[in-house]
């Protein structure tokens, strides 16, 4: 053991500071990034028309974000991203007509 002053705001300290020799150090394994290959289906919660796309295959996307509108009944609908992630596939078009529960895009 080693034993040392110290002086910290003034005050001064007497430390006891133990040496440990001979410790084998194993480096940590480089842990990998979690891979999310699940994706997430945006379906069409009404029948309608698509007036308005906001993203496109391979846009990056974020919860709550519009992706696009979908105009019903008269009334304009925006349809909004569920999860993080990529537009992987994007399945309408611009004034194309949808059905209910029809898959609109696929993120990932």
Do not use: F, W
């Not at 029948?47 to 304009?76: D, F, P, R, W, Y």
């Amino acid at each position: 053991m080693k034993l040392y002053k110290i002086n910290v705001n003034g005050k001064s300290y007497e430390v006891e500071v133990e040496s440990i020799d001979n410790i084998e150090s194993k480096p940590e394994p480089k842990k990998k990034e979690p891979v999310n290959e699940s994706t997430t289906n945006v379906l069409a919660p009404m029948q309608g028309k698509i007036t308005t796309l906001h993203v496109k295959v391979g846009s990056e996307v974020k919860k709550g974000q519009v992706l696009m509108i979908l105009e019903a009944m008269k009334l304009e609908n925006d349809i909004l991203c569920p999860v993080d992630g990529y537009v992987r596939q994007l399945l309408i078009k611009e004034n194309e007509n949808v059905d209910i529960n029809q898959l609109m895009l696929v993120i990932g």
